[in-house]
């Protein structure tokens, strides 16, 4: 069972556009949720993570948006550049527990 | 931000052998471990959670025996692929966090096994 459902599988962009990237989550126990980027041949690297607390955190060019009510969260990289191509992660853990849940993924292309 | 390194980062090995792959978190204590694995274009997908000083937690589905993970130190935990064959090929992924009230876990670059 996806604990986590992310969409969209792929995204192209044009440079200068603003992809959106989205996840639902099912299990109201999480309350830590993490977007991780991956550039092919190598792991993952954490961008940004929101608690359910808040609506949005923002961090440079990275912005999650948090919607407690209907259970989904999602990432807007502003100002989208060809090095922002490649594979996105949303992920989510329990209060109690350490292991991450990750979305499938999104293959992000910004072309030039 | 934490290193973590994985070595080696690629491996080819031949059918029926044993291949080990090495996790360091290298400028912090990982109380905490997990070893991933990631087929091409797909999610990642926990193997085991280990802690340091005490035996592996393997997620359902994932043979023990075969993945033997080993957490020997603050700083190093070892995956041993047994007797490995052709559909254990893959991309291994390790990630370390320090402590137990931190929500960051740092992942390693990973290691291609690719079994002939």
């Known amino acids: 069972q996806q604990q986590v459902k992310q969409s969209p599988q792929s995204l192209i962009v044009q440079k200068g556009g603003i992809p959106i990237i989205n996840c639902a989550y099912e299990n109201t126990a999480f309350d830590y949720f993490p977007w991780y980027q991956q550039f092919p041949g190598k792991g993952p690297a954490l961008l940004i993570a929101i608690r359910p607390d808040v609506s949005e955190k923002k961090e440079g060019r990275f912005t999650i948006s948090f919607n407690k009510s209907a259970k989904q969260f999602s990432l807007h990289i502003m100002d989208s550049q060809p090095g922002d191509s490649a594979t996105y992660f949303c992920a989510a853990r329990k209060t109690s527990g350490s292991r991450l849940t990750f979305g499938e993924g999104t293959q992000l292309t910004v072309n030039p | 931000g934490a290193v973590v390194s994985q070595h080696p980062s690629r491996v080819i090995c031949k059918s029926g052998t044993s291949v080990k792959i090495e996790c360091r978190s290298l400028?912090?204590?990982?109380?905490?471990m997990f070893w991933y694995r990631q087929f091409p274009k797909q999610s990642l997908m926990l193997m085991a959670t280990s802690n340091e000083g005490s035996k592996a937690t393997y997620e359902q589905g994932v043979e023990k025996d075969k993945f033997l993970i080993n957490h020997a130190s603050l700083t190093l935990s070892t995956l041993t692929v047994t007797s490995a064959h052709p559909e254990d090929s893959s991309f291994y992924i390790c990630?370390?966090?320090?402590?137990?009230?931190?929500?960051?876990?740092?992942f390693g670059p990973g290691t291609r096994l690719t079994v002939l």
């Open positions: 990630s370390a966090k320090y402590g137990p009230s931190t929500d960051t876990q740092y």
């Open positions: 400028d912090f204590q990982a109380t905490t």
